[in-house]
């Protein structure tokens, strides 16, 4: 039996750690990464205490669950003879217990599944096995960065690169707001960036890239330009303090506020 693609959410904040670490740790539907609640220590046996990664088999439901869980748009396979399913209606209306006794393999489930079907594996999902999409933000939630997205994200990877370098460094570790977003949305696209994409930005170097990008669309996004384009000097800035060149700072100052998230 084939292996079937699920769905799952998370708060962007998250995505940079499951992009290099994979789905490891208790990774749950109800959003709560914290003290384990009844709904994990009714779980059996090797689902127990968050010890899953749970999804959605549908993504037009997924999308329904942003608001709840967030908009980190995750898609990894799952054997459907293996992982185990039940309906999300069980789950609001009923006992922990009586969850997860009602649920089943998901291959029970596949000739005419529900659409709010919650997709549960006991396992660890490697980084090698996921695929981090297109997160799932509004215009109101990326702000001034919307036209900038909108323009970038999607016509050219390398330049999406370079900006999401910026917007992380615009964002100072806020990363519930929108300069977060956006470097978010330029990071992860519904389609796979090509396997020499760093290489390609390192050799260019992301803050020379950047630096023609802004320009290019100052008139469009007059505001997350001049925002960028001040996270682009205070780099450089920076840079010349630090002895280091110009494109390297552009990465380390990423990493330092990406160090943030613990």
């Not at 384990?36 to 779980?43: E, S, V």
């Not at 702000?143 to 999406?160: F, I, N, Q, S, W």
């Not at 469009?220 to 920076?238: F, G, I, M, Q, S």
Request: proline share 6%; aromatic share 6%.
């Amino acid at each position: 039996m084939s292996r079937v693609t699920v769905y799952h959410l998370t708060r962007p904040a998250n995505l940079p750690l499951i992009e290099e670490d994979g789905l490891r740790t208790r990774a749950d539907l109800i959003g709560r990464m914290g003290d384990l609640g009844d709904f994990d220590r009714a779980a059996p046996g090797r689902y127990a205490h968050g010890k899953r990664v749970s999804a959605f088999l549908s993504l037009d439901h997924a999308r329904t669950q942003v608001e709840a869980l967030g908009g980190g748009l995750i898609t990894f396979t799952v054997d459907p003879r293996k992982a185990i399913a039940a309906p999300a209606s069980i789950r609001e209306t009923s006992a922990p217990a009586d969850y997860w006794q009602a649920v089943k393999p998901l291959a029970d489930f596949l000739e005419a599944a529900p659409d709010d079907l919650e997709v549960h594996q006991p396992v660890p999902v490697r980084a090698k096995h996921l695929q981090l999409m297109a997160p799932l933000f509004t215009d109101a939630q990326l702000g001034m960065y919307a036209p900038l997205v909108a323009a970038v994200a999607d016509t050219d990877r390398l330049e999406a690169k370079a900006l999401m370098h910026l917007a992380v460094i615009a964002s100072d570790g806020d990363f519930d707001g929108p300069a977060f977003a956006a470097a978010c949305a330029f990071a992860w696209r519904d389609e796979r960036d090509s396997d020499g994409i760093i290489r390609d930005l390192e050799e260019a170097g992301p803050d020379r890239i950047a630096s023609a990008v802004l320009a290019e669309h100052a008139a469009a996004a007059p505001e997350a330009v001049e925002a960028l384009r001040t996270a682009l000097e205070d780099t450089r800035d920076w840079a010349d303090g630090q002895g280091l060149e110009h494109t390297r700072a552009t990465f380390v100052r990423t990493a330092l506020v990406l160090e943030k998230l613990g």
